[in-house]
């Protein structure tokens, strides 16, 4: 999507410099850094410590980490050790093993000197699936919001709200839960975003906030106590959000706090759909509560907030009192029964064994 | 309840000056204050801009106001005019004008002479009601504590989470929703409190922390995201919270955020008790959603986060892009069907007409 007016993905590989480069999200919104991903720690690094982060994207990244890795060591042990070391990296989005297998599965059936050029073309092909995934998202997604657009007065706007960034800063481009958003304006519709804040690190306000500034996309940001209420006043006609991981029968773990914005929607009649390209299915699990195992963060998250100081610097500040310790459990599961349905690349299906089943038959163990 | 061991009210009058003092709560928990309120425009101010909050307190100040104006202009006018002034301070908690209208209604019918010392007596007993109420919904309390605690092994704590700071600092002591876990403590019960850090002002994280260390109880501070997710995970025993508003119907207005806790609460079969001194009930209103007007306070409330920085100065830092506008609605309203019960100074509750009916029959119009 755009920055400053100019195209750009979230992560790319540069024919120039034959380097693969990141936008850095640690800084942003309020700075723009791109940086060059070399090492195996540097990738490693990269997800582990959130430059990048967003199911899709985090996949997209191992599948150049894996690449980068086999220009210069092509053997299986170098490749086990590689997939080992990134896939502990993060433990919730499925999307990581998914691209590491997929690497890993094509380059032991080839001959080592074939490896390096084939897992370069293989990460670049699965970069390019993602964006495409994430378009046709933006098709099916449209087709709901054009709907309720419909049965507005001329004019009137569809008021959408997202929790986190499932944006195209966690993809490789559209985004998930933005991609339907970025086709209704382009198609016409008139959209204004309630941007829930995401607590503990703020993904919402810091960089689906930015994406919406960057597109001229109207929206408001609030924090993640709002929503119910503004549900109950009529003031959402829809939420869309992403998914880390998608159990065969429908339930969805994602950011924490989805699962309050899920029954607040349930209770108030508001659909609440779940954006996701179909690695982010983890085919093997099935009740995500129990099943899904989620990833605790360090507490420090919790007790101290980072943003802009008045000199413009970077900085943090400690919200609690000394000796207060923080608990920071990453996501949350919303079970299926919440959920109106699931937005895929191949269309919306009901968040149910049956609804996948429809859409993804050759998924389906007989 | 007790600062550094030593016993403090939130507001009380000082004998030695003769002047009304309170606890000036925007520099907790990094620093502890205490100011005079000497003018109309100082008691005004403590309200408006929150030196002093909670519902309770808020009554208590008002009555302490109309006190301290009465000893300089006694007369109808000024204390119309103060009247006024104050009850435009904060939209929400009902207290506020009852405190204001007990006092009016009071002085009205005596001699402009004697209406200096009645009025300090009448604010007096304002704070002692109040703290007497408080204790007595902590005695009430503490016996849905002791049914949780006799369910589980010795030593095996209960896990109580609260949202905002209904704290002693809410009030003029004990709190209201805190009052059951400090009885709780005093009977030697082993409790643990899940303490919402309560965007966008961070109550919980600044007081009800603070209050929590300052009497040694466990306790762990988490985003508003998390708790539906430690109830999924049978971490969470109950709810406790408090009430700006009650209606006669039994909703509950309260802290933004209060809603999808109550939410989360009936969707994992978690009893979810409001703590309320029965000053808290508007019998004028019965359905809180329709009914209560919601205070929408400023944005920089949400775009902006203050704390302690790195050299232990206040400051604060901005979290979302430039440009991007917040929207700060700052209560919300949790229908009485998600309430388990309604904890008042004379008993537990229903939440609904009935209930409420069976507790404060005289005020059920026939």
Redesign the interface.
């Known amino acids: 999507m755009k920055v400053d007016g100019k195209h750009f993905r979230s992560i790319w590989f540069n024919q120039d410099t034959g380097r693969v480069q990141i936008i850095d999200q640690r800084w942003l ?2 700075e723009f850094r791109v940086v060059d991903l070399v090492t195996r720690a540097d990738f490693a690094a990269s997800i582990r410590d959130m430059w990048v982060r967003g199911a899709p994207l985090i996949g997209a990244t191992a599948a150049f980490a894996i690449a980068e890795e086999m220009k210069h060591d092509a053997s299986d042990t170098n490749l086990d050790e590689a997939w080992e070391e990134l896939n502990q990296t993060r433990p919730t989005a499925i999307n990581l093993r998914w691209a590491l297998n997929e690497m890993r599965d094509m380059l032991r059936d080839i001959d080592v000197q074939d490896r390096a050029a084939m897992a370069h073309k293989k990460a670049l092909e699965i970069n390019d699936e993602d964006v495409e995934c994430n378009r046709m998202i933006g098709v099916h997604g449209l087709e709901i919001i054009k709907k309720i657009a419909a049965r507005k007065k001329p004019g009137e706007v569809v008021n959408i709200l997202t929790h986190c960034n499932a944006g195209w800063l966690a993809t490789v481009d559209w985004g998930t839960a933005t991609s339907p958003m970025y086709h209704a304006v382009q198609a016409g519709i008139p959209v204004h975003i ?2 829930d ?4 690190r ?1 993904q919402g ?2 960089l689906t ?2 994406e ?2 960057s597109h001229d996309i109207p ?12 549900m ?2 009529g003031q959402v006609d829809l939420v869309i959000v992403g998914t880390d991981r998608t159990t065969a029968h429908g339930d969805v773990c994602n ?3 989805t ?3 899920a ?2 929607a349930k ?1 108030n009649n508001v659909p609440f759909y779940v954006a996701l390209p179909s690695p982010t299915i983890d085919w093997t699990v099935r009740d995500g ?1 129990a099943e899904i195992p ?1 990833e605790e963060r360090d ?1 420090n998250e ?9 000199d413009g610097s970077i ?7 000394d ?7 990453a ?3 919303t079970p299926g029964r919440l959920v109106t349905g699931l937005i895929t690349e191949r269309g919306v299906c009901a968040a149910s064994p049956e609804g996948l089943a429809k859409l993804f038959p050759e998924r389906v163990q007989g």
Chains 1, 2 share one sequence.
């Open positions: 919104p309020h309630w941007v804040e995401t607590r503990p703020n306000a810091l906030s930015w919406m500034n929206h408001h940001l609030i924090v993640d106590n709002a929503g119910g209420h503004l109950q006043h950011k924490i706090g699962y309050l914005k029954l607040a209770d509560v989620i507490d919790v007790t101290h907030v980072q943003g802009k100081l008045p900085g943090s500040v400690q919200i609690s009192p000796g207060t310790p923080g608990a920071n459990p996501f949350d599961v």
